[in-house]
């Protein structure tokens, strides 16, 4: 089966601190993983893929296949990383197949 | 470039009635996409499209319906409209890469939000 999952439906941190947003995924080859980020108001956009393996605006993720998981991670979180995120796989056929989102809200 | 527009923005319709979401891009990508968000239920794929003329189901097609007659429009039709079709809809494009799939960045518009009362 190919599954994207994300625990959480809502992460609150205060600025500064740490975050990291999980996703676990369930694909029988080789994942191409991403996180898509929806601020306020604005479209869905993509923040960054593992194949690239790239920090964009202080996020990061490692793929790591042994626990099937492509956790997004940034060291101090900022008011405006507010927004929900989803974890999102590509199937061989070239589809996205997406979690089920998480609002992370970042309070000052 | 606009990227990807979708119209309406906003729709209230009623149980029974039809209407037509419109998305069109102007990046002459081949594949385009719709889907619906439900809360808490991220991003389920309606209908897709890798190019003119072929249009494919994809996770939850039923109630809709498509046609890709030109690159740039790929309109979604509600038939009967039902409450279960209350969502916000998104269209999404990506162009052909080079191994004549698509590139896997997706590239979405503002969304239809769509209430069935």
């Known amino acids: 089966a190919q599954r994207v999952t994300q625990p959480e439906k809502l992460l609150s941190v205060f600025k500064g601190a740490p975050v990291e947003l999980k996703c676990n995924y369930s694909y029988s080859g080789s994942p191409e993983l991403f996180w898509y980020v929806q601020y306020s108001r604005q479209r869905l956009q993509l923040l960054l893929r593992h194949i690239s393996r790239e920090s964009i605006k202080g996020f990061t993720a490692d793929l790591n296949k042994g626990e099937t998981s492509f956790h997004l991670k940034k060291p101090f979180a900022q008011e405006e990383d507010s927004a929900m995120y989803y974890c999102?796989?590509?199937?061989?056929?070239?589809?996205?197949?997406f979690g089920q989102g998480t609002e992370l809200s970042v309070k000052p | 470039n606009a990227g990807v527009t979708q119209t309406p923005k906003f729709h209230i319709l009623k149980i029974g009635q039809s209407m037509t979401l419109q998305c069109t891009q102007d990046m002459n990508h081949n594949y385009m996409y719709w889907y619906r968000q439900d809360p808490g239920m991220g991003l389920k794929l309606i209908y897709y499209s890798v190019g003119a003329g072929i249009t494919d189901k994809g996770e939850v097609p039923n109630g809709y319906n498509v046609s890709r007659s030109t690159t740039e429009d790929f309109p979604l039709r509600l038939e009967l409209a039902a409450p279960s079709q209350t969502s916000v809809y998104f269209c999404?494009?990506?162009?052909?890469?080079?191994?004549?799939?698509?590139?896997?960045?997706?590239?979405f518009g503002p969304g239809t939000r769509l209430t069935v009362t």
């Open positions: 999404a494009s990506t162009p052909r890469g080079q191994g004549g799939g698509p590139v896997n960045e997706q590239y």
């Open positions: 999102a796989l590509l199937n061989q056929g070239g589809k996205l197949i």
